[in-house]
């Protein structure tokens, strides 16, 4: 199985080894391009686990296992990636189906590293 984030590897070798918890993601768009993939593959907890402050005050697994029910993920497109020491920003499309509508998220991440570990600390939809 290829990863759904689009890098055309295996699964195994591109974000299945961070959804495992064999390693953690190395920068921003990696982490972002993972969480893309749970979402994908319906793992909750990968979502949950990686995420800190208002990002993870405002999750709500019952809602969000319910919005997934149905939702094939169709692409990933990021736009824009940076890093500047323990704060990083990616911006992305992330193209859906759902109940036989397409339809497409733009968001802009915010990610933060903490004690060595980078986490979805925000993100803001356009």
Not at 52 to 58: D, P, S, T
Request: glycine letters at 8%.
């Amino acid at each position: 199985m290829f990863c759904p984030c689009g890098s055309k590897k295996p699964l195994e070798a591109c974000c299945g080894r961070y959804l495992s918890g064999k390693e953690d993601a190395p920068n921003p768009e990696a982490l972002m391009r993972s969480r893309y993939t749970a979402y994908a593959l319906g793992d909750l907890d990968y979502i949950e686990r990686t995420m800190k402050g208002k990002a993870l005050k405002r999750f709500n697994r019952i809602a969000t296992e319910k919005s997934l029910e149905g939702t094939i993920w169709i692409q990933l497109t990021v736009l824009l990636a940076t890093e500047e020491g323990d704060i990083g920003t990616v911006q992305f499309i992330a193209s859906f189906k759902q109940e036989d509508q397409m339809a497409a998220m733009h968001e802009i991440s915010t990610f933060e590293k903490v004690e060595g570990k980078w986490f979805y600390v925000d993100g803001e939809v356009g």
